[in-house]
């Protein structure tokens, strides 16, 4: 089994091929970079420079994975049209993987609670509460838009260790820190397992292509969680008439 | 001899609301011309809602360039370059047409071509009259766009007019909303024209000033609002057949005067209309009339051919493409691409 995974949900541009043979996982190549917001510049630069550097064939790859949603709405887009194309014309399926459970990947085994944060503005985060059980990663939360008091208010509850990680991070350590986390016990990822990366999206998806969860090329479209402004507004006006 | 090899161009549209795929043979046969359409979408907005078409683009991507390829007969394997547009138009929308041509261009090892939207519409007369060969001058009018091109070559184009305010299709679109007719307003007008006296109000023809081809067309939009107003406070009726076939004409009178002037001056006797203000029935027999006054031949394209579509992309893919034009792995979608600009 081999996956070729993408990531431009977020600040982070990440391509990567994982493989599964015999039991044994393997990550043949991964290309992070964590610059300029130029997706749609360098995501299949990205995928060439792996493709010459592991002599990859394409058509030898079994399905294309990549973080579904939610993150940045074009973003998103640019990582779904660039899936959609290379399962169009390889005639490979797609694997959807929550953005925020492919985040939370990144931290297997940990015997915490994670806890990913994605800024996504308007005071805001997408996030989730997850963990490890058994060697497998279980949603205590589902992926979601809320405020950082929500989802702080949720961990408290739960009145386990926590581990955060993601680009929300910056943006609400000091208010975790200083305000909704008092007295409680947490930490931060380090820099290398902390932001998106698709070989964690590709590991996942090794899973998900054992169970038969792949979509095709056509039907696939990215999961915003959130509506566009304009129907948003005309949703609200809608209600106060 | 040796037969000259066919070539099969697979064009990817989505620039605005359509989401279009088409196959073109040579430049100039169109084997299939696929759109979706998200009019009524954007209809509940009184406009396209950018972030809605590009959710629409990515869900219907891949149906309609497989339903190009279905129509046409053809197989990925037997296409030879995939032209996309990759400016002027929408960012978010535009990005979704250049990943997908991008990715499916790389996997399948097939030339990609980025194309101009405008250059688009100008091309759609290729497919539409056999024939045409440049030079020739064209008007390009869409609800984006006002522009008076001399096209010199294929690929060779410098624009000699352009509209210094709204376009013109902006101006049908915000007089029909005024009217009562809503969105998309171009089509509304040409119909409730054709009820009305074109010569019921007198509304202003503006000149721009030390620039002959340029246009100006939110004077007479505001004349329009202003009349309703002075209507509306008089109490007097409101004949919106009139006033819909007089501002088509103040608009119409204003795009043939500078585009037979263009011609006479340059030397050009070859006019051709573009765009999505192309199909517009009041335009169409104002420049005919024109050019078959003054000598001029005229062509314009099927009104399939003059709202955004695919088949045009393909059109002017071709020209680029066996002029040895050819677009790398980071083309990006260009929102304000100039025409001409490469």
């Known amino acids: ?241 | 001899m040796e037969e000259k090899k066919d070539v099969l161009i697979l064009a990817i549209e989505s620039s605005c609301d359509e989401t279009a795929s088409a196959v073109v043979k040579n430049g100039r046969e169109v084997l299939s011309n696929v759109i979706s359409s998200q009019i009524a979408l954007h209809t509940l907005y009184g406009g396209v809602v950018p972030e809605i078409a590009s959710r629409k683009h990515i869900e219907k991507i891949n149906e309609v360039i497989q339903e190009a390829l279905d129509q046409a007969g053809v197989k990925l394997s037997e296409i030879d370059a995939i032209g996309v547009t990759y400016g002027p138009g929408l960012v978010g929308a535009l990005l979704v047409g250049v990943a997908e041509a991008k990715a499916i261009s790389y996997a399948a090892g097939i030339p990609l071509v980025g194309v101009h939207h405008i250059e688009g519409h100008i091309s759609a007369n290729y497919i539409a009259c056999k024939e045409l060969e440049p030079p020739f001058i064209c008007l390009v009018v869409s609800g984006g766009h006002t522009h008076l091109v001399v096209v010199r070559d294929y690929g060779k184009y410098e624009i000699i007019g352009k509209t210094r305010d709204d376009a013109a299709g902006e101006a049908f679109d915000k007089v029909a909303r005024a009217i009562g007719l809503g969105y998309p307003g171009g089509p509304k007008i040409d119909r409730l024209a054709k009820e009305g006296n074109p010569d019921a109000i007198h509304f202003p023809r503006a000149k721009v000033e030390d620039a002959p081809y340029d246009f100006s067309f939110s004077g007479v939009k505001s004349a329009v609002l202003n009349y309703l107003n002075g209507c509306h406070m008089k109490g007097e009726p409101v004949v919106e057949a009139d006033v819909a076939a007089s501002f088509q004409k103040a608009v119409c009178d204003v795009l043939v005067e500078h585009a037979v002037q263009a011609v006479k001056d340059y030397g050009i006797p070859k006019l051709a209309l573009a765009g999505g203000v192309a199909s517009n029935s009041a335009l169409r027999e104002a420049m005919k009339a024109a050019c078959e006054k003054e000598g001029v031949s005229f062509y314009y394209p099927s009104p399939i051919l003059c709202t955004d579509n695919a088949a045009m992309i393909g059109a002017a893919a071709y020209y680029e493409y066996i002029n040895g034009v050819r677009s790398g792995l980071d083309l990006n979608a260009v929102p304000n691409l100039r025409l001409g600009e490469r």
């Not at chain 1, 994605?118 to 005071?123: G, P, S, T």
């Open chain 1, 1 to 241: 089994m081999k996956i070729l995974a993408l990531d431009s949900s977020g600040l982070v541009a990440s391509v990567a091929v994982v493989e599964e043979n015999d039991g044994n996982q393997n990550l043949l190549a991964e290309y992070t970079v964590n610059y300029k917001k130029t997706h749609s510049q360098t995501l299949l630069p990205m995928l060439d420079e792996i493709v010459k550097m592991i002599e990859l064939d394409l058509k030898s790859i079994d399905a294309i994975a990549l973080a579904a949603g939610p993150g940045s709405f074009t973003g998103l887009r640019i990582g779904s049209a660039t899936a959609k194309g290379l399962g169009f014309a390889l005639e490979k399926p797609l694997i959807d993987i929550p953005t925020v459970d492919g985040l939370a990947y990144n931290l297997y085994g940990t015997d915490r609670v994670i806890c990913p944060l994605m800024d996504a503005r308007r005071n805001q985060v997408y996030t989730g509460i997850y963990e490890f059980c058994g060697g497998s990663l279980h949603v205590l939360e589902p992926q979601m838009a809320a405020g950082i008091e929500v989802i702080a208010g949720k961990l408290r509850a739960l009145g386990r260790e926590v581990i955060f990680l993601g680009d929300g991070v910056p943006v609400f350590r000091k208010r975790l820190e200083e305000e909704l986390m008092a007295g409680e016990k947490f930490s931060f990822a380090p820099a290398h397992l902390n932001k998106q990366r698709a070989g964690a999206v590709g590991a996942l998806a090794l899973q998900y292509l054992k169970e038969g969860k792949t979509v095709s090329a056509a039907e696939h479209r990215p999961v915003y969680l959130r509506l566009s402004q304009a129907e948003r507004e005309r949703l609200e006006k809608e209600k106060n008439t």
